[in-house]
């Protein structure tokens, strides 16, 4: 599966941003889903993620603020940013896995979220 993610861009702090991530390929529907982000000079950390069977967790930080989902007859998801902050700032990937597996083997190319105080 090819991943390309968009939708990143420059907001306020307490602004709003939806991220998508369009998926070529077969059988999207069989795979989980998930955004990480990586901010400079950190690890690349798991924002949130969505199973193929549409359970949802998320990162302690954006819990209650972010929300991924999915739409299997458009093979994309998106990750709807609603409050962002200033330590939200970094490029965002969507990443895909065939379910049940744990690595994530498939990603996109990243989408800068830049949130300015």
């Known amino acids: 599966v090819q991943l390309q993610a968009f939708g990143g861009g420059l907001v306020q702090a307490g602004g709003s941003l939806r991220l998508s991530c369009v998926a070529s390929?077969?059988?999207?529907?069989?795979?989980?889903m998930a955004w990480f982000r990586q901010a400079p000079g950190k690890q690349r950390e798991l924002v949130a993620a969505?199973?193929?069977?549409?359970?949802?967790n998320y990162a302690d930080p954006v819990k209650g603020r972010f929300t991924i989902s999915r739409d299997n007859a458009k093979k994309m998801v998106y990750l709807q940013m609603n409050n962002l902050k200033p330590e939200d700032t970094a490029i965002y990937y969507c990443a895909a896995v065939p379910g049940g597996q744990s690595e994530y083997a498939y990603w996109g190319q990243g989408t800068q979220v830049t949130v300015s105080s």
């Open positions: 969505c199973t193929n069977g549409y359970r949802t």
């Open positions: 390929g077969r059988a999207f529907s069989a795979y989980d």
